[in-house]
């Protein structure tokens, strides 16, 4: 009688580094498809010869303590704001062509209506807006 196992070798496959391949494949993939939009369309955009924009930013800035100023200068009264940003872009007009563009720097705890007033006060001057809250 034959009493021993016969050993069979069964066939395996070593699966350890599976996860570890298949974890840098959808990684790549994510990365890529990300990368790749194919809702775009190239075109080629005129080069100028020198660069001849120059800065045109009006700087009004609001700290927290809800004070308004234009640059450097300090603003006494809100009234007076529509006033001093229409000679800000009146100088700014005079010496370039393109639209002059007030950038503004709002603190994170001052009034929304404060940034709004100095958003439509710029408009109303005839400048693009550009609100930059921190």
Do not use: H, W
């Not at 080629?44 to 450097?72: H, L």
């Amino acid at each position: 009688m034959n009493i021993r196992r016969r050993l069979k070798d069964r066939p395996e496959v070593y699966t350890g580094s599976l996860n570890d391949i298949l974890f840098i494949l959808l990684l790549f993939f994510l990365i890529v498809s990300t990368l790749a939009n194919p809702n775009v369309i190239k075109v080629n955009n005129p080069k100028g010869q020198k660069d001849t924009k120059a800065k045109q930013n009006i700087v009004v800035s609001i700290d927290k303590d809800q004070k308004i100023y234009i640059g450097q200068n300090p603003v006494t009264d809100i009234n007076q704001l529509d006033t001093l940003l229409i000679t800000e872009v009146n100088k700014l007009r005079s010496n370039i062509t393109d639209t002059p563009s007030v950038v503004i720097n709002a603190d994170t705890i001052s009034y929304y209506g404060e940034v709004f007033k100095i958003m439509q006060s710029a408009k109303r001057a005839g400048a693009r807006v550009v609100a930059n809250v921190q």
